[in-house]
């Protein structure tokens, strides 16, 4: 029991430290996403709570008997367990696409304000290389008047 309660300590520890990580290395802009998707994760074990209380009350097995008869008295409760396996795999991939998704926008950000530093830059070095060919010019020009 000892063995249990510490390795559940431990995935927990885990757990926090990776979800710190990720919302420590997203952007501001990204936070709402990454809320959003570990409230998903939340709804997910509420729903895993839910179904070892539920099955802890025998109410799978009552369900089963009663519909199924004595002989399939854990049918009920073998096809919850295997929905319950395909939600969490489905919410694996889910964190799986988001984070991916999360990563590439961050990437497309960052080139996007790449790009806008350097048209600036490029955008201000016309400016000014037009302005002083400007200035030479004129100063030619009234040289040549006088």
């Not at 008997?65 to 795999?89: D, I, N, P, S």
């Not at 830059?121 to 400016?127: C, G, L, M, R």
């Not at 000014?128 to 400007?134: A, K, V, W």
Request: proline share 1%; net charge negative; with cysteine.
């Amino acid at each position: 029991v000892l063995g249990v309660v510490l390795v559940l300590i431990l995935l927990t520890i885990a757990f926090e430290s990776i979800k710190e990580s990720i919302e420590e290395s997203v952007d501001r802009s990204m936070l709402p996403i990454i809320e959003s998707l570990f409230g998903e994760m939340t709804v997910l074990g509420f729903l895993s709570v839910f179904t070892l209380v539920v099955t802890k009350a025998g109410v799978f097995e009552t369900i089963s008997v009663h519909f199924f008869g004595k002989e399939e008295h854990q049918l009920v409760l073998e096809l919850f367990e295997m929905v319950h396996y395909a939600l969490f795999f489905v919410m694996v991939a889910f964190v799986c696409q988001v984070l991916l998704l999360v990563r590439q926008a961050m990437q497309m950000e960052a080139h996007w304000c790449r790009l806008d530093r350097i048209t600036s830059y490029s955008h201000a070095i016309n400016t000014s290389t037009t302005h002083s060919n400007t200035l030479t010019f004129t100063k030619t020009k009234t040289k040549t008047k006088t």
